[in-house]
C-alpha cells in the first residue's frame, strides 16, 4: 500500500507539470520567418516545422520522467521546451545566458520555441542549468540523439527500406582542448592550495589571508607561487629547494586541516585529493629529500579545475592537452549513430565499449566497419569478424621502421594457413601469432643479402614480429594493392566529414569540464548535426521532385 501510495504521489506531482505542445500549422508570422530563412540558418524552419514530430508525447513523458520523485512536479517550464532550447543552444553556440536573452530578441528563437510576442524569456539561466544536469544525471542526452536518429527514419526521403539490412558504419577520432588551465607541479600544487584555503575561509567566514597565516603556508600571500619563491628558475639547485619549501607548508596545511576537523568537509575533498594525486605524481624523495620526479608518471594529471584532462598527441611532434571525441557514423545516412569521449592520453580502443553501449539500441549486426588502425585492437573488431563482417582498415606499412634500406616485413612471404614466413633468400620458418621468429643464424650468416636484411652482430638470425592478427593486416594490405580495395578504404571521409562539421561547430577548444559534461556536448553536436543531415536530404529531395 505504501509503494502504492507513493506511486499515485508520483503521478499526481507529475500530472501537474506542463507538457510542451507546440502547434503544428504555422502562422503569418511564422510563414514570414521561414521564408526568411531559405539562405541561412535553414535549421530554425525545419526544427519549427517538425518539432512535435521530434518531441512526440513518448519522448515528452520520458522528459518528465526525470522529475518524477523528486518533489519537482511543479516545474514551470516543459522540459521538452528546455530540451529543444539545449538544441538552438548547441546550434548557436552560445552561453546559457545568452540563450536567455535570445528568447526575447531572436524571432527564430521565438518561433521554434512557440513564444513569438512574448515580453518576458521563455525561461530563467538556472532553470536551463538545472535541466541540463537532470537530463545528463538520467543519461538522457543519449536519447535526444537517438530521437534524431528515428526522426529520421520517419522521412520518406531516407527511404530505409532500400538500405542495405546490414550497416555500414565507419569510426574515427578527433582532439579536442580541454577547457581546465593546464599548469606544471609548482602551479598545480598552489591552485590546489589556494582553492582549499578559500574554502576554509567561507566556511569558518575568515579571510583567506588570516587561514595563510594561522595554518602556516605564507608563500599563498603573494600573487602567485612562484612569485613567493622568488628564485632563478634556470637553476635546477634552486628549484629543487623551492619545491622542499612548497611541500614543507602544504604539509603544514594539511596538518591544521586535521587539528581543525575541516579535511572531511565536502567542499574542500576535491582539492585536498587533487593535492595529494599531484604530490604522488610529480614529486619523489630521494635521500629524505623532496624533488621533483624524473621522468612523467603514468596518467599524470595536468588540470586542478578538470581532473579528468590528460597530455594527448596528435603526432610524434604534435601535443595537445584534453580529450579525445569519437564517433561512429552510418555511412549509407551519414547518421551519427554514437559518440564516446575519452582522455587524451587513452588509446583509440578503449572507446569502443562507449560506442557499443550506443549501437547495441539499435539491434543491428555490423556488415562492414571502417576504422582508423588505432582501433584495430579494439573488442568491436573481433565481434565483427566473429559475426562475418568486413573490417576496412590501412594496414601497417610492413616497412622497416629503422632502417627503410633493409628489408621490411612486406619483403617476406608469411602464409597464414600454413603459418610459415619465407625471408627473401628462401629460408623457411613456422610462426604462431603474436610470436617473434628468429631465423636461423647459421644461414643468415653465409647468406648473400644479408646485408640487406639484417645489421644484427654475428651469430644472430633476422627477426620478424607476427601480430596477434597477421591474418586480418594480410588481407587489409592485399585489399590496399588494388584499385577496387583503396576506394573502399576511402569509405571512412564520410566520419571524417562528420567530425569536421561538429569541429567547425564546436570550435577546438572544450566549452565543459570533466569526461560526462563533454560527452553531453558530444551528444548534443551530433544530435545537431543528424538534424541538419536530415534537413538537407529533405531540401535536395524537395528540389529533386521540382
Not at 510576442?117 to 543519449?142: C, S, V
Not at 569502443?352 to 576504422?371: A, F, H
Request: hydrophobic share 35%.
Amino acid at each position: 500500500m505504501i509503494l502504492c501510495a507513493e506511486g499515485h504521489e508520483a503521478r499526481r506531482k507529475l500530472g501537474r507539470m506542463k507538457r510542451w505542445k507546440p502547434a503544428v500549422e504555422l502562422t503569418k508570422k511564422e510563414q514570414f520567418i521561414v521564408k526568411r530563412l531559405k539562405r541561412t540558418r535553414k535549421l530554425f524552419a525545419f526544427l519549427r516545422l517538425h518539432r512535435h514530430e521530434l518531441f512526440d508525447d513518448d519522448f515528452q513523458e520520458e522528459l518528465e520522467s526525470m522529475y518524477r520523485g523528486t518533489g519537482a512536479g511543479d516545474e514551470p517550464v516543459p522540459p521538452a521546451l528546455l530540451c529543444m532550447a539545449l538544441l538552438l543552444q548547441g546550434y548557436h553556440r552560445i552561453s546559457d545566458a545568452e540563450a536567455v536573452e535570445l528568447t526575447i530578441m531572436d524571432m527564430r528563437w521565438q518561433m521554434v520555441l512557440g513564444c513569438i510576442g512574448d515580453d518576458e524569456p521563455a525561461f530563467a539561466q538556472g532553470t536551463l542549468q538545472a535541466f541540463r544536469e537532470r537530463l545528463i544525471k538520467a543519461n538522457l542526452d543519449r536519447r535526444l540523439l537517438e530521437r534524431t536518429i528515428e526522426l529520421a527514419r520517419q522521412t520518406e526521403e531516407f527511404d530505409w527500406k532500400k538500405l542495405p539490412k546490414d550497416l555500414r558504419l565507419a569510426i574515427d577520432s578527433r582532439p579536442f582542448e580541454g577547457a581546465g588551465r593546464v599548469e606544471d607541479t609548482f602551479n598545480l600544487l598552489g591552485h590546489a592550495a589556494r582553492k582549499i584555503v578559500s574554502g576554509v575561509a567561507r566556511l569558518t567566514e575568515m579571510s583567506s589571508e588570516a587561514v595563510c597565516r594561522k595554518a602556516g603556508i605564507p608563500l599563498l600571500l603573494s600573487s602567485s607561487i612562484k612569485a613567493g619563491l622568488d628564485i632563478n628558475w634556470n637553476d635546477p639547485e634552486q628549484k629543487d629547494e623551492a619545491i622542499e619549501r612548497l611541500t614543507a607548508q602544504l604539509c603544514k596545511l594539511n596538518d591544521w586541516l586535521d587539528r581543525n576537523r575541516l579535511a572531511a568537509e565536502e567542499p574542500l575533498k576535491p582539492y585536498i585529493e587533487a593535492l595529494a594525486q599531484v604530490r604522488t605524481q610529480d614529486l619523489e624523495t630521494e635521500n629524505g629529500r623532496v624533488r621533483l620526479r624524473r621522468g612523467v608518471a603514468e596518467d599524470r594529471r595536468v588540470s586542478i579545475e578538470d581532473p579528468d584532462m590528460r597530455h594527448g598527441r596528435k603526432s610524434k611532434s604534435k601535443r595537445f592537452n584534453g580529450y579525445k571525441q569519437h564517433l561512429a557514423t552510418e555511412l549509407d545516412t551519414d547518421l551519427i549513430l554514437a559518440c564516446a569521449v575519452t582522455p587524451a592520453n587513452r588509446p583509440e580502443e578503449e572507446a569502443t565499449p562507449l560506442l557499443e553501449e550506443d549501437l547495441e539500441r539499435w539491434n543491428t549486426r555490423i556488415g562492414s566497419l571502417s576504422i582508423d588502425r588505432a582501433y584495430i585492437n579494439s573488442s568491436l573488431v573481433q565481434e565483427v569478424i566473429a559475426g562475418g563482417g568486413v573490417i576496412l582498415a590501412k594496414p601497417w606499412s610492413g616497412r622497416n621502421s629503422r632502417n627503410p634500406l633493409l628489408f621490411g616485413k612486406r619483403d617476406f612471404k608469411i602464409d597464414i594457413r600454413a603459418r610459415t614466413i619465407t625471408c627473401p633468400a628462401g629460408q623457411i620458418e613456422s610462426f604462431e601469432p603474436g610470436q617473434v621468429v628468429e631465423f636461423d643464424p647459421e644461414i643468415c650468416g653465409a647468406c648473400v643479402v644479408r646485408s640487406r636484411c639484417t645489421l644484427s652482430a654475428s651469430g644472430k638470425g633476422r627477426m620478424v614480429t607476427i601480430a596477434e592478427d597477421e591474418a586480418l593486416q594480410q588481407r587489409l594490405r592485399k585489399l590496399q594493392a588494388t584499385p577496387i580495395g583503396r576506394e573502399r578504404l576511402r569509405e571512412r571521409t564520410g566520419v571524417e566529414h562528420r567530425l569536421a562539421h561538429l569541429a567547425a561547430r564546436q570550435g577546438p577548444k572544450a566549452r565543459f569540464r570533466g569526461t560526462r559534461k563533454n560527452l553531453y556536448d558530444l551528444r548534443r553536436g551530433a544530435a545537431v548535426e543528424n538534424l541538419e543531415t536530415t534537413r538537407r536530404k529533405i531540401d535536395r529531395a524537395t528540389k529533386a521532385a521540382a
